[in-house]
């Protein structure tokens, strides 16, 4: 953040495109820092807040027996959510950003529109190609119909938009 001439102290909102530990893992540190107020969708915000325990998304249940703890642990603490964000509801921040409900990698996933610019954020939506053998990968992974092109057709974003992996 320096490199940019701000600072984490600087942050006054975190929004999360979903619940898994490589987005959430950080969390508490941030808000601890900043003060920063925390978005996320409502069906994520239970998972992130802690509860409810984070599903699991693996179909074998062996595997996710041993899975699900080892993810949990890296996790962080859990962070209250602030604002409980619906499919077309706007940032806090003004009005030019808006949040389009992606269920898919997860059931509240979100990807959020700059509408002005023509950008979408889009988090892990895009991720088609499996991470483990389809007996561990997750059913929802698969065949999301709610990828950017669909979401410009149906929910009124520019053919075609930016796109911004903010993986």
Known sequence: M???????????????THHHPDHTGGLAGVVERSSASVAAHTLEAPIIDGSVR???????????????????????????????LEDGDRLPVGDEIRVVHTPGHTQGSTCLLLEPRGVLIVGDALQYKPVFPRWIESPHRRNNPRCPHFMAEHRGCQLPPNILNAT
Do not use: Q
């Not at 320096?2 to 999360?16: D, T």
């Not at 074998?60 to 604002?83: Q, R």
């Open 2 to 16: 320096e490199a940019i001439g701000s600072s984490i102290e600087s942050v006054a909102l975190v929004v999360l």
């Open 54 to 84: 984070m599903p699991n998304p693996y179909r074998n249940k062996l595997f996710g027996a041993v899975a699900v703890p080892v993810v949990a642990s890296i996790n962080g603490p859990p962070v209250g959510v602030d604002h409980h």
